[in-house]
């Protein structure tokens, strides 16, 4: 005990002295841009990382070897695939592996080894020196205590000696930090009373209540929305301005971290396999896994349209020491040399700070272009692509569908205090070989108008018009099995999608058999959805659990093309694929509609993919459409504020675009169905009417905005006078060009993080 | 065209990878392996199995059977005419051994099995259906819950109304079927937890609304997904229903002579614990190695199914030797 203390005292206070001093950082920054920094000038230094697990398959290598040195006040991003043993580096740096896993290499935290700790020596540094913001915000709160008394007791652990109202004044001070309105009260709620972007701002206070000198960020955001993900962002980076603590930002969203974060680790297969500047990386990627996945990634503020990289094959099984290049039998680029030995990371000419391991870096300049190296396939056209739209046939109408469910109270008797109104009166309608989208945050009832499309009952309030085949005239079960026959789904999730007992015959073959379908004929059929999406057809006969999860979804996507719909639903078709596989899922997408002259209707909350793939787009708010349109016009030019606040929030993969940005940061959360507001749903977070005088504010509260045509805006009624024919876009909202409350504005122009 | 040619070489380079390294290894390889790694697990089934044969083969080793008396060994101590020794009457007790751990196996058997396959179906459907149907049939079960087991018993083996009953069936049957009756509530309502939990899967929405009939989604999905728990109910079940079997039988109201179980044995032989004790010992060493064996194999039946066990693969072996 006394032998790990006694050097503590003497050396903490220097190195937070010299942290937190601006001479030192600087000197700092000075060695590491010349690439001279000793390890003893980071906070935290990782070298040589290896984590091992054993499993029914032999030894699993999950991290190879990451080095890498993190400066005081400074942001590391580590970007990769799932199962690229990002969070297992985090998780042995924190000392979190189970006891199984076996760990080597040196993590120096200020010049101590942390590797080797027991459990109990490490707890002295966790929470206090390192501090850890887990992926989801609504597990990583212990339910049966308020929020006050697990902040106080992080606080309890590292500081016996505080005084009980210190501790509260302290946790109070805390949650304000992070963004929590009239923290003092809130310090006596518990967690399910809170949102899980506000869970997620209690983790961070948790993690910054003892001034961590480091900071890992699992996944932060992932399990967010996106207007709740830029708060959330906002909120992490102010901590790290308050505390000056390193972050290690370990994200899979090339998006997030472009405008965060100062050097970049990328890993593939458990591997560094670029580092450097995150301008460097961005702009001038050297290993070919990093300009796949740059070009996979769908941009929602370009509307051009090509297709995006897929980056075939999946990541190497790391069962077996790769012989070459563990990314070499994904790369276009491989060649025999890549195949003898595997590349180490090495400096990449021209720039001090950048590594790439791949033996063709050098080749690899800025001017290569992606699509050509990756063979991206050709956009594919449509046959409906020279039809006006209104000459086409309608697929799927919606009149007027409502969904309210009743919201009880009272244990033995009860009784109605409200009513939920998951979907209210939503219209639009789908014509052949087009992609219609619903955008909005979870909760804006994006699902349940899908649920409610997919019930097809004749007591739903509202007409639902499937391919002709309305539920009002005829719900009988005949008419029924003929809809199912013109409509089917892919579910969100491919694994849970698919029985995990069925074989892939089995699967493909249950929407046949129940059609009625011959033996020899279900046989054809299902080979040729295996060549349509993209399947070997040979892969027939194995169960879904051996395969990728792009290829699962592929096999859910092969499933719904089964009876041959015309109209296929999509919920959150990509959000559980990894960003590379995601592309080439988007891709077949794009060209099964062109080839098989689909609709789809679409639920996503990813705005660059419903930019990428849609034709039209609804931005959905409290169970009301409140824009929608042309997916360009809408995305290019959008008039309600709550469009305008949605798209500003999606961090873009492009560090420059980034830094410069002006995000609008909505102010809290959806609010609760119950206290509804009367007049229009957005104004409890709208920025503009935050910023209207109070004559103009009483329209907005007592008056519901309808959903009109562009008005007699000047800006559109000059774009009007351009172009003959309507505009496809409507929207509800009074004053869709008002000003932005300047609050709600937040601009890191000045404040970016390379700025001089 | 576009992208069917860029994904085809993928696949394959993929099908290389996956049968080239092994990477997918069955699932009941994996439970196969994982349960032969526990080695109270697999002594059990030995055990068990050990069991099974002697109660079916036992008898061509001796020339005695449970009705013989032999008149010139009463109350003997085991030897090698009588291996376990006789009763007062001059009854072999290997004969009699024999016979009762056979109907007390056979009883374990089949209430285990057909009580778990009807909880499953019952279960599953109330699941599938929901609302009325599920309010309904759980409160028939709730019902079969309340209702004293045990009374039933009595009445229905000890004639009471159902004279006729017993005597077209044998006293073995008819107290499997009484247990049956009995032993099912329970696991119906784990597995209808299970189901629900189920039900809310994706691929029983898809099911759904592909228009698939709503007993085949029962049939189809939901019985086969929650095997691993029926396996692990079924073992739980036999040793359920062979300890009820000996309780009734001991207390008198189960298996009635002449037929012979373990419980009887028992329960005849509790006056003689000290005049005869092999009579009280050695079907009472029988009933705790059937149980026993059944406790160890489900203790590794459990760390096999369960994908969270702590069973690391067999590479720790590998590991250790090599450094």
Redesign the interface.
């Given at each position: 005990m006394s032998r790990e203390t006694s050097p503590e005292p003497s050396e903490s206070l220097p190195v937070s002295a010299v942290a937190a001093s601006p001479v030192g950082r600087s000197t700092a920054e000075r060695l590491h841009v010349a690439g001279l920094h000793a390890p003893g000038d980071a906070v935290l230094s990782v070298r040589d990382l290896n984590v091992r697990f054993?499993?029914?398959?032999?030894?699993v290598h999950a991290v190879r070897g990451v080095d890498f040195d993190l400066l005081p006040g400074k942001t590391l991003g580590i970007v990769g695939e799932s199962g690229s043993g990002k969070s297992v580096t985090s998780m042995a740096i924190m000392g979190l592996l189970p006891e199984?896993a076996?760990v080597n290499g040196s993590v120096l935290l200020k010049g101590k080894e942390l590797l080797g700790l027991s459990d109990k020596a490490m707890c002295k540094y966790r929470g206090k020196e390192l501090a850890m913001v887990f992926q989801d915000p609504l597990s990583s709160l212990t339910p049966v205590y308020t929020v006050g008394n697990q902040i106080v007791e992080a606080l309890t652990v590292h500081n016996p000696t505080m005084s009980k109202q210190a501790k509260e004044v302290r946790a109070a001070e805390l949650l304000g930090m992070v963004g929590i309105p009239s923290p003092k009260d809130r310090l006596k709620a518990f967690p399910h009373e809170f949102s899980g972007g506000m869970r997620q701002r209690v983790m961070i206070a948790i993690a910054i209540a003892n001034n961590p000198r480091v900071l890992i960020a699992d996944e932060p955001t992932t399990a967010l929305d996106v207007t709740i993900q830029a708060q959330v962002l906002e909120v992490l980076q102010k901590a790290q301005d308050e505390t000056g603590a390193a972050v290690v930002m370990i994200t899979h969203d090339l998006g997030v971290v472009a405008g965060i974060a100062d050097d970049i680790l990328v890993m593939y297969a458990g591997k560094p396999v670029e580092a450097g500047v995150v301008d460097d990386i961005y702009y001038n990627p050297r290993m070919p896994y990093t300009m796949g996945l740059l070009g996979a990634v769908p941009r929602v503020d370009i509307s051009e349209k090509s297709s995006l990289i897929?980056i075939?094959?999946?990541p190497?099984?790391l069962?077996?020491t790769p012989t070459g290049c563990s990314f070499a039998?994904?790369c276009p680029l491989a060649g025999p040399e890549c195949l003898t030995g595997e590349p180490p990371l090495r400096k990449v000419p021209g720039s001090s700070a950048h590594q790439a391991a791949c033996v063709k870096a050098e080749a690899l300049g800025g001017d290569v272009d992606v699509h050509d190296i990756f063979?991206a396939?050709?956009v594919?056209v449509s046959n409906f692509a020279g039809i006006p739209r209104e000459d086409r046939k309608t697929v799927l109408e919606l009149r007027d569908v409502k969904k309210h469910f009743p919201l009880m109270k009272g244990a033995l008797l009860k009784r109605r205090i409200g009513t939920v109104k998951a979907v209210d009166g939503l219209s639009f309608d789908i014509r052949e070989g087009e992609c219609f989208a619903i955008v909005g945050e979870s909760g804006s009832g994006k699902t349940t108008t899908l649920l409610e499309i997919?019930e097809f009952h004749k007591d739903q309030d509202g007409e639902v018009v499937i391919g002709g085949l309305s539920n009002k005239e005829a719900a009988d079960s005949k008419t029924?099995?003929a809809m199912?026959k013109e409509m089917?789904?892919v579910?969100?999730?491919p694994t849970?999608?698919?029985?995990?007992?069925f074989t892939v015959y089995e699967v493909l073959a249950?929407?046949l058999v129940?059609q009625g379908m011959g033996k020899s004929d279900i046989k054809k059929r299902i080979m040729e959805l295996m060549?349509l999406v993209?399947?070997?057809p040979d892969?027939v006969n194995?169960?879904p659990?051996?395969f990728?999860g792009g290829q699962r979804q592929r096999i859910?996507i092969a499933?719904a093309l089964a009876?041959n719909p015309k109209l296929v639903v999509l919920d959150e078709p990509v959000s559980a694929l990894d960003v590379s596989v995601q592309a080439?899922v988007i891709?077949?997408l794009d060209?099964l509609r062109a080839e098989l002259g689909l609709s789809y209707l679409m639920v996503a909350h990813d705005l660059a993919v419903v930019r990428h793939i849609s034709d039209r787009v609804a931005v959905m708010y409290l169970g009301k459409i409140v824009e929608v349109g042309e997916v360009g016009r809408v995305f290019d030019n959008p008039r309600h504020p709550y469009t305008r606040a949605l798209l500003s929030a999606i961090p873009v993969p492009d560090p420059e675009v980034e830094r410069n940005r002006e995000r609008i940061i909505l102010e809290g959360d959806l609010p609760t169905p119950l206290d509804a507001p009367t007049g229009c749903n957005f104004v409890t977070r709208c920025p503009v009417y935050a910023a209207l005088p109070e004559a103009k504010k009483q329209k907005c509260l007592t008056e519901e905005p309808p959903l009109e045509m562009i008005s007699a805006s000047r800006a559109a009624a000059q774009l009007e006078a351009e172009t003959s024919t309507a505009l496809d876009q409507r929207f509800a909202c009074f004053f869709p060009d008002g000003d932005l409350d300047q609050s709600s504005l937040v601009s890191h122009a000045s404040a970016g993080p390379h700025a001089p | 065209m576009t992208n069917l040619n860029a994904v085809d070489p993928a696949a394959v380079a993929e099908e290389a990878h996956l049968e080239g390294h092994e990477v997918v290894i069955n699932k009941s390889t994996i439970i196969l392996r994982r349960f032969l790694r526990n080695k109270t697990a697999v002594a059990g089934l030995i055990v068990f199995v050990a069991l099974t044969i002697f109660s079916f083969i036992g008898g061509f080793f001796t020339e005695w059977d449970k009705s013989k008396i032999d008149p010139f060994s009463i109350g003997m101590a085991p030897s090698s005419d009588h291996f376990f020794g006789t009763s007062q009457a001059g009854i072999d007790l290997y004969a009699q051994m024999v016979e009762g751990t056979r109907v007390s196996i056979l009883i374990g058997l089949v209430v285990g099995l057909v009580s778990v396959l009807v909880a499953a179906v019952y279960g599953c459907t109330m699941a599938y259906f929901g609302g009325k149907v599920d309010k309904v049939m759980l409160f028939f079960l709730e019902a079969l819950i309340m209702m004293p087991a045990l009374l039933v018993v009595a009445v229905a083996t000890n004639g009471g109304g159902g004279g006729s009953f017993k005597q077209a069936l044998p006293s073995w049957l008819l107290l499997t079927i009484v247990l049956l009756v009995f032993s099912w509530m329970g696991t119906a309502r784990l597995i209808r937890s299970m189901s629900m939990s189920l039900m809310s899967r994706d691929f029983v929405k898809a099911a759904q609304f592909m228009g698939v009939p709503a007993r085949r989604i029962v049939w189809r999905h939901l019985v086969p997904n929650i095997g691993s728990l029926l396996v692990l109910d079924i073992t739980r079940g036999v040793t359920a229903a062979i300890l009820a079997e000996v309780t009734f039988s001991f207390i008198g109201i189960g298996i009635k002579v002449p037929d012979v179980s373990l419980g009887v044995l028992i329960g005849g032989a509790t006056s003689q614990v000290q005049t005869y004790p092999w009579m009280f010992w050695v079907p009472l060493g029988a009933m705790f190695l059937l149980t026993g064996s059944l406790a160890m194999m489900n203790d590794g039946l459990r760390d096999a199914f369960d994908p969270s066990s702590s069973s690391v693969g067999k590479a720790k072996k590998k590991k250790k030797s090599t450094s």
């Open positions: 054993n499993s029914e398959n032999g030894v199984t076996e897929p075939e094959g999946m190497p099984n069962v077996h039998p994904r063979h396939p050709p594919p997919m029924k099995f199912r089917q789904m579910f969100q999730d849970g999608a698919l029985d995990p007992r249950e929407p129940n060549r993209g399947l070997q892969h194995r169960f659990n051996q990728s859910g499933r009876v080439g891709n077949l060209k | -």
